[in-house]
């Protein structure tokens, strides 16, 4: 090791592509992954608060497998596993099409479906029978009960967890690299093995994902206090 | 599909459990549950340590803890494990295993976590046990000891185990340094079979699932508990102040 030395990895166009290449990449499975998991919670949720008993039983045995299966062990399934049980064609075509992060998005989304749909479920759990029944019996219809009683505040209720849970799944995104994801840990590996300024490079990284993190507990706290209707009602 | 999956457990299950054990480095299942439990009990007083630093009214102690824990709340896993497998031979000077890196870096993660949980449990009991702790002559510390601690630590016991679950699900990114655990023994099944991935890694979800479900269920099933025995004990106590708030009332 020969001293400290930022600025060699910094003033290196080739590096500063290679990292910028990897924020991309790292942002976009972390946003595709997001919104996927938004969706697909959304989805359980609904089909949890749908009558009958089967959908319950479904969406229980989603959430039990893949909060109790590790992160990496379902991504590994998804890539190495289901990937070579697809057809032909769609293998080709997944190949030509950056298959690793199309796979990490599908992975970590499914994966934080299951997290961000709990979230919301207790969110909306906490909000109390009394509630509905008011709304009922003021006049409102089922779904229009939902949609201006019950859904603003259980969401409300969920924002904090649903803020730690985005954090995780964007510093799951790391967990790419071990399916051959370019995004930024995999830049931060490529350069370390051209560069050997090891404590330079994972610096650079560590700082450079602590921002992101920051950003979005940051970004998470705004949003939590302009839905706190204490601060609403002196705005 | 399935008779090739009994097939493999049928083959393998002695590796998967225990790795190359007596020819090699213990690993599979052994290994994941080893140093899960050792990071954890590692993990534990650190976080006690932790938490009462964030909460003393030193500046000096609160904000150093209170930055490793933004950090290790910031920062991907996979990254502090990159920095230990630097950093631990670097400092000790000394061929490490890739089992004590991981290690290491599971107890200064999971350290961090455990100690929000602790600060959430102490947090939690309200001022009160600690004026009344002072007001009987204990010292802070001495309040913390005996008065604080045997509580919240009671209280926290779900929140461990849940902790010691995530413990188990972390110690997978120990393949990327090629700890020798269940996902890599997984993987060695994998790559000595070649052309069944999916139904090895099949398994080793399931291997996965089967010991962390049972976990959370015991989880959440002490966690009813706990919460009974503590409003119990909370009807018990409202019955024993609510006369003595009247009796100080008339006087």
Redesign the interface.
């Known amino acids: 090791m020969t001293g400290f030395d930022l600025s060699a990895i910094l003033t290196n166009p080739d590096y500063v592509a290679m990292l910028l290449h990897g924020i991309e990449m790292t942002l976009v499975i972390a946003i595709g992954s997001w919104l996927l998991a938004m969706t697909l919670a959304i989805l359980l949720l609904a089909i949890r608060f749908s009558p009958g008993r089967f959908g319950d039983w479904f969406v229980a045995a989603y959430v039990?497998?893949h909060?109790?299966?590790?992160?990496?062990?379902?991504l590994?399934?998804w890539y190495?596993?289901?990937f070579?049980?697809m057809p032909d064609w769609l293998t080709y075509w997944l190949a030509g099409h950056n298959a690793e992060a199309i796979f990490a998005v599908i992975g970590l989304g499914l994966c934080q479906a299951a997290y961000f749909s709990e979230d919301l479920r207790s969110g909306l759990r906490s909000v109390g029978p009394g509630q509905m029944e008011a709304a009922r019996a003021l006049g409102h219809g089922y779904l229009s009960a939902m949609r201006f009683v019950l859904i603003p505040q259980g969401v409300r209720n969920a924002l904090p967890p649903l803020i730690n849970h985005s954090?995780s799944l964007f510093?799951?995104?790391?967990?790419g690299?071990?399916i051959g994801a370019s995004e930024l840990?995999h830049a931060?590996?490529e350069i370390e093995n051209l560069s050997f300024q090891?404590?330079e490079i994972?610096l650079v990284?560590?700082v450079l994902?602590?921002f992101f993190?920051?950003i979005i507990?940051a970004g998470g706290a705004y949003v939590t206090m302009r839905a706190d209707p204490a601060w609403r009602a002196r705005a | 599909m399935i008779s090739d999956i009994l097939v493999i457990i049928h083959d393998y299950w002695l590796l998967l459990l225990i790795g190359q054990y007596p020819n090699g480095p213990l690993g599979g299942l052994a290994n994941t549950l080893i140093l899960s439990a050792l990071s954890i009990a590692l993990a534990f007083p650190i976080s006690i340590v932790l938490a009462l630093a964030r909460l003393s009214k030193w500046p000096i102690l609160r904000w150093p803890v209170t930055v490793l824990v933004y950090v290790t709340r910031g920062v991907p896993l996979l990254m502090l494990i990159l920095w230990s497998y630097f950093l631990v031979p670097l400092l000790t000077g000394a061929n490490v295993p890739s089992f004590i890196t991981m290690l290491t870096t599971l107890v200064v993660y999971q350290g961090a976590f455990l100690s929000e949980v602790v600060r959430a449990g102490i947090v939690a009991l309200g001022n009160g046990q600690m004026d009344a702790g002072r007001a009987l002559g204990h010292s802070y510390l001495g309040t913390m000891r005996y008065i604080i601690l045997p509580q919240a630590l009671y209280n926290m016991i779900p929140s461990i185990l849940s902790t010691f679950v995530s413990t188990i699900k972390d110690t997978t990114l120990g393949y990327v340094i090629n700890v020798p655990d269940l996902t890599f023994a997984a993987s060695q099944v994998n790559n000595q079979l070649l052309t069944q991935p999916f139904q090895v890694f099949l398994i080793l979800a399931l291997v996965y699932y089967a010991i962390c479900w049972s976990l959370t269920y015991v989880a959440h099933r002490l966690e009813r508990r706990i919460t009974r025995r503590r409003a119990g004990l909370g009807v018990r106590l409202a019955a024993v102040i609510a006369p003595a708030k009247i009796v100080s009332e008339q006087s």
């Open positions: 039990s497998y909060r109790n299966v590790p992160t990496l062990v379902q590994m399934l190495f596993g289901i070579t049980l954090v510093k799951n995104s790391s967990l690299v071990v840990t931060v590996k090891t404590f994972y990284g560590t994902y602590l993190s920051l507990m």
